[in-house]
């Protein structure tokens, strides 16, 4: 099957990869989930990737791609090869979405968002889709989506991090969308597709996304892709429990002072950088963190307020 990584390749060596949505230039909670991949990936000898997650495409902010790219070689993030645009990718969405169709394992929804509100349950990310569309459209509907069809085998993995992972995808997310009512694909296919094609052997990213894993892994498994080991990082939140985003008013990093700013993620990664680590130059900040970078010392928990540590323009 044209998705099936060969089985007679060698083992990959360690590949990471950071993966941001150009919603806005990168803040501090992103620049966390960036310096903890690529710290991952070289503490390992391995390769870091970057791939711009742009499916949104009306939520993509003009010229913040090249903005998050020039802020990351600002501060010493350097990647190996090319930068994966998702926007340039849907040949490889729609094949995986028509295997899946051809294994039987999606099918057309003409559900709307209100209709759903009106007959779900809450489950751990949003309304549980009631499967109202299961059996088939209602009469004189069109299908909007696709969804993926669910069922009530436990999806579970063990996170480095955060420990033992399970759900239920039926009764705990429900039949969940592959390709929009827009005609834009979804980000769960679209990731597994993604980093299979960039052989990711390891994925360290920021809990947030720790829900949406078992949906990936299931995708993994009906399109007989690899599953990468994961890492989730805690999120970094606000005084108000919310996660810093565009939508918090989370403020941009600057380039100015990239040191200073890098150790304040590290302090907040409980990597306990030396005082005088923030006076270091770049090239020295990173050899010092490189060979430092202790992955057992990672809070294990899913977010954390900021504490007075800060990003400094």
Request: proline share 7%; aromatic share 8%; charged share 25%.
């Amino acid at each position: 099957m044209i998705f099936k990584m060969p089985e007679d390749k060698p083992p990959i060596p360690y590949r990471g990869r950071f993966a941001p949505s150009p919603t806005g230039p990168l803040h501090f909670g992103s620049l966390v989930a960036a310096v903890g991949s690529f710290l991952e990936a070289r503490s390992r000898g391995g390769e870091w990737l970057v791939r711009m997650e742009d499916l949104d495409l009306p939520r993509t902010v003009h010229g913040a791609a090249d903005d998050i790219l020039r802020t990351l070689d600002a501060f010493g993030l350097h990647w190996d090869g090319e930068v994966m645009v998702q926007s340039a990718r849907n040949e490889a969405y729609r094949a995986a979405l028509a295997e899946l169709e051809r294994l039987g394992a999606v099918y057309p929804c003409a559900c709307t968002r209100k209709e759903i509100a009106d007959s779900a349950i809450s489950g751990i990310d949003g309304p549980v889709y009631p499967g109202m569309c299961r059996a088939g459209l209602p009469e004189g509907r069109s299908g909007r989506a696709m969804r993926v069809r669910t069922d009530l085998n436990p999806v579970g993995f063990d996170d480095v991090l955060q420990g033992r992972i399970s759900q239920i995808l039926e009764t705990e997310v429900g039949d969940f969308v592959v390709r929009r009512a827009d005609g834009l694909f979804a980000y769960q296919l679209a990731v597994v597709v993604d980093d299979t094609e960039q052989a990711i052997t390891h994925v360290v990213r920021g809990a947030d996304l720790l829900d949406s894993t078992p949906r990936q892994i299931y995708l993994q498994k009906l399109l007989s892709l690899p599953a990468p080991a994961y890492l989730h990082l805690p999120v970094a939140v606000n005084e108000r429990g919310e996660k810093l985003s565009k939508q918090t008013l989370a403020p941009a990093v600057g380039r100015i002072k990239p040191v200073a700013q890098l150790c304040a993620v590290l302090a907040f990664l409980n990597q306990a950088p030396p005082e005088e680590l923030k006076d270091a130059d770049l090239d020295d900040f990173w050899k010092w963190a490189i060979a430092h970078w202790r992955a057992d010392r990672l809070p294990a928990v899913r977010s954390m307020p900021l504490s007075g540590v800060k990003a400094l323009g």
